[in-house]
């Protein structure tokens, strides 16, 4: 099994759990890397789906990154 079906796997958990939480880094991350897999996908020998989706996976996991990074920062104030 290969490791991109994990990745696609925990994006696709970030986007269903900040569907209905308005704008937010993880659909925002994800709308940009979705342009931008496109982009490759287009330049590629025949056009990829595959590749969009492992762009979008992994902007929605930067962007869930994003949103939990102050959650780090609350819990170490002194």
Known sequence: MSV???VI???VIALGIYARRG?????GT???A???GVGIAIFQPEFAWFTV???VAIGA???LAFELLPMLKK???R
Not at 23 to 27: G, R, S
Request: net charge positive.
């Open 4 to 6: 991109w079906w994990f």
């Open 9 to 11: 796997a925990g994006g």
């Open 23 to 27: 704008q937010n880094a993880v659909w």
């Open 30 to 32: 994800a709308t940009l």
């Open 34 to 36: 979705l342009l931008i």
């Open 53 to 55: 989706t492992k762009s």
């Open 61 to 63: 996991l930067v962007g």
């Open 75 to 77: 819990n170490n104030s």
